[in-house]
């Protein structure tokens, strides 16, 4: 039998693993946590699987998404997608706020579409109970669960996987998730007008790529947690701005320990950024474009320390997102102040060079034989173009070396992740 085009997708370095097609069609495929490749989807070897995979390829973002279909009007909507209205803000509950990355935006947000009843749940990612290395996609009715997933989780997730839930349900639900989650559920949605009918809002968190279990591990290790402690939670952001990374283990006497804590610029800068995968590197929206709303650090205005009150930058992508932020700012769910629409590039000053540079990376692999994503109509290569000479040569070049090293020709194969 020759191999599904979702398969196909893995193996060729193009899934972002999302979990959409998992989510549509859950008895056929399922997602596979591999600790270098990442979470990505398995599908059964049947006539019935490939058949579930054609079908959902029409869910999935990872090789192709179309800016054309994104209303953008001037310069700032050419690099960053729609920018309707931004804010910088916090939630107006204080232990949202301690809890969340930065000022709790998110999970104030998603907080408000269940009380106001914009919502009848919210669909995000939690910390599995039987391993906090890893995710898993849930859907929360009330604050308590929010809480459980507010914070940065800098590990491979699928919230996608709820969507399939959310179609055959009778609820309507809330979508939080990385860029790439949302693209993925902006094109179900258009593929499903039943799904599209029951996700009221949809919110994505600015991401810069997702590492592999193998980084998590060494995480703890760096973090002091003995390979037979048991692991019972693992923070990677939160609890002040822009928090700690820090774990909590059971020895075998039963005692429980807490490991010191580390900067979040040592955990990510040191530990964790090197391990994300390639399709994170060759990623050309790392702020939600296709989400309604979109939240971030706004690094432009840093904190002063470790765990100073957090701040958030929102930013509105749609006219309902728009009107969702600022019914939860007169609700008082939100305390945001109104910021110039061009704030995504003051917050955030490597990313416009980090998509131009997208564009020589991809067209290097393409070079050398190897398959590269598209995302029509988003000017990748303007943005190439006004990089300086020495970005345009270290696209391609720091692309072959990476291609050698990692000998990114070969095909993907998901090994699941021993126990």
């Not at 909507?77 to 990355?101: C, M, Q, T, Y």
């Not at 809330?174 to 809002?201: E, N, R, W, Y």
């Not at 309604?292 to 930013?315: E, F, K, M, N, Q």
């Not at 270290?394 to 692309?399: V, W």
Request: proline share 5%.
């Amino acid at each position: 039998m020759s191999s599904d085009p979702i398969s196909t997708m893995v193996s060729r370095n193009l899934c972002t693993g999302c979990g959409a097609c998992a989510g549509a069609f859950p008895d056929l495929i399922r997602m596979i946590d591999d600790p270098v490749n990442g979470r990505r989807p398995v599908v059964e070897a049947s006539p019935e699987g490939r058949r579930a995979a054609e079908d959902a390829r029409s869910w999935c973002a990872g090789a192709t998404t179309t800016w054309h279909d994104l209303d953008r009007s001037d310069a700032i909507d050419r690099d960053w997608g729609p920018v309707l209205a931004a804010w910088e803000g916090w939630a107006s509950d204080e232990e949202i706020r301690h809890r969340g990355s930065s000022g709790g935006a998110v999970t104030a947000l998603a907080d408000f579409a269940l009380s106001s009843g914009a919502a009848d749940g919210v669909a995000h990612i939690a910390a599995r109970a039987d391993d906090p290395r890893l995710n898993e996609a849930v859907i929360s009715r009330d604050r308590a669960g929010l809480l459980r997933g507010a914070g940065s989780r800098y590990a491979q997730a699928s919230p996608a996987e709820s969507l399939g839930t959310i179609a055959g349900g009778d609820e309507n639900v809330a979508f939080i998730g990385k860029p790439c989650d949302v693209a993925s559920a902006h094109k179900a949605m258009q593929t499903d007008a039943t799904l599209a009918s029951k996700v009221p809002l949809t919110i994505a968190i600015f991401c810069a790529g997702a590492p592999n279990l193998v980084a998590t591990d060494r995480l703890l290790d760096r973090l002091g947690v003995p390979k037979d402690g048991n692991l019972v939670d693992l923070r990677y952001r939160g609890e002040g701005w822009p928090g700690l990374m820090q774990a909590e283990w059971i020895d075998g006497d039963g005692t429980r320990h807490v490991s010191e804590g580390i900067s979040y610029a040592e955990g990510w800068g040191r530990v964790l950024q090197s391990d994300r995968r390639w399709r994170c590197r060759v990623c050309s929206d790392h702020t939600g474009a296709f989400a309604d709303i979109s939240v971030g650090d706004p690094w432009h205005a840093p904190p002063g320390g470790d765990t100073d009150a957090g701040r958030s930058l929102i930013v509105a992508r749609t006219a309902r997102g728009k009107a969702f932020v600022e019914a939860a700012i007169r609700a008082g769910a939100l305390i945001a102040e109104t910021r110039r629409r061009d704030v995504i590039a003051r917050a955030q000053p490597n990313l416009r060079a980090t998509h131009g540079a997208v564009w020589g990376r991809r067209a290097a692999m393409r070079l050398l034989g190897l398959p590269a994503p598209r995302d029509r109509g988003q000017g990748l290569l303007r943005l190439w173009l006004g990089l300086p000479l020495r970005g345009k040569m270290q696209s391609f070049a720091g692309t072959w070396k990476r291609v050698i090293r990692e000998r990114l020709w070969r095909r993907v194969r998901i090994a699941g992740l021993a126990r």
